[in-house]
C-alpha cells in the first residue's frame, strides 16, 4: 500500500513538471514569436519613413563665354536657388582672372562640380585645356545685352564644337540678359546663327536656352536633366 502512494505520487510530481515544461516552453515560443513580431514591424516603419539613399555622385560642369557675359552671375544664382536663397542676394562678383571652382548641392542630384574659366582674350588662350573627358556639361554663355560681340562668341563656340569634344558632354549656350528685360538674343536667332555656320543643335547635343536677372529656369532645367541620376 504504502509503495502504490509513493508510485503515484511520483508520477504527479512528473506530470506537474511536465506541465511546468510545457507551459515555460509555451511561454518562450510566444515571447520570441511576439518579438520577431515588433522586430518587423518596427523595420517596416523605418523603411517607410526614412529617405531613400542617394549614392555621393559628381559631375562636373565647365562655364565658359566672353568677360562680362554674366558667367560668375549665373553661377551665384543657381547656387543661391540650390540653396533656397533668393536669387538676387548675391555678394558682389567680380570679373574671373584664370579660372575658379565652386559646388552646388540640390536634394535629390549629383553634387556639381563647377569649374569656371575667364573670358578675357588671355583667358580664352587656355580654353582648350579645360576641354577633357572629364566634363559631363560644357555651359557656353553669352551676354544678351552685346550684341556686338555676337559673332564672334558663335565664332567661338563653333571652334569649341568642332575641336570634337566627347560626345557625351551636354552643350548648352545661354543667351544670358542681365536685366529682367527678354534678351535681346533668342533662341531662335541663336539656332539661326549656328545653321549658318554649319552647326547642327540635335546632331550636336545642343541646348538653348534664355535667361535674365530674375529667371534662370531654363537654365536649371537643362541642367539638371543633363546630369540627373536616370539619365
Request: proline content about 3%; hydrophobic content about 40%.
Amino acid at each position: 500500500m504504502a509503495s502504490s502512494m509513493h508510485s503515484q505520487r511520483r508520477i504527479s510530481k512528473l506530470l506537474l513538471l511536465s506541465f511546468s515544461v510545457t507551459a515555460v516552453a509555451a511561454s518562450i515560443v510566444a515571447l520570441l514569436f511576439y518579438w520577431r513580431k515588433k522586430q518587423k514591424e518596427t523595420s517596416t516603419d523605418l523603411s517607410a519613413t526614412s529617405p531613400p539613399l542617394v549614392p555621393l555622385i559628381q559631375r562636373r560642369v565647365l562655364f565658359l563665354g566672353f568677360e562680362r557675359s554674366g558667367k560668375s552671375t549665373l553661377i551665384a544664382k543657381l547656387q543661391n536657388s540650390a540653396s533656397g536663397a533668393q536669387l538676387n542676394e548675391l555678394a558682389p562678383i567680380h570679373a574671373t582672372y584664370g579660372f575658379q571652382v565652386s559646388s552646388i548641392e540640390r536634394k535629390g542630384f549629383p553634387i556639381l562640380n563647377i569649374w569656371e574659366v575667364g573670358g578675357s582674350t588671355k583667358c580664352q588662350e587656355y580654353w582648350d585645356k579645360f576641354l577633357d573627358s572629364d566634363i559631363d556639361v560644357l555651359v557656353f554663355v553669352i551676354g544678351a545685352d552685346d550684341t556686338d560681340r555676337l559673332e564672334k562668341a558663335l565664332d567661338a563656340f563653333v571652334g569649341i564644337v568642332e575641336k570634337k569634344i566627347p560626345e557625351h558632354v551636354s552643350k548648352v549656350v545661354v543667351s544670358h540678359c542681365q536685366h529682367e528685360k527678354a534678351g535681346a538674343i533668342s533662341k531662335e536667332r541663336l539656332e539661326s546663327a549656328l545653321s549658318s555656320r554649319g552647326i547642327s543643335c540635335e546632331l550636336n547635343s545642343i541646348f538653348l536656352c534664355e535667361t535674365n536677372s530674375s529667371n534662370i529656369a531654363p537654365l536649371e532645367s537643362i541642367l539638371y536633366s543633363s546630369v540627373s541620376l536616370e539619365s
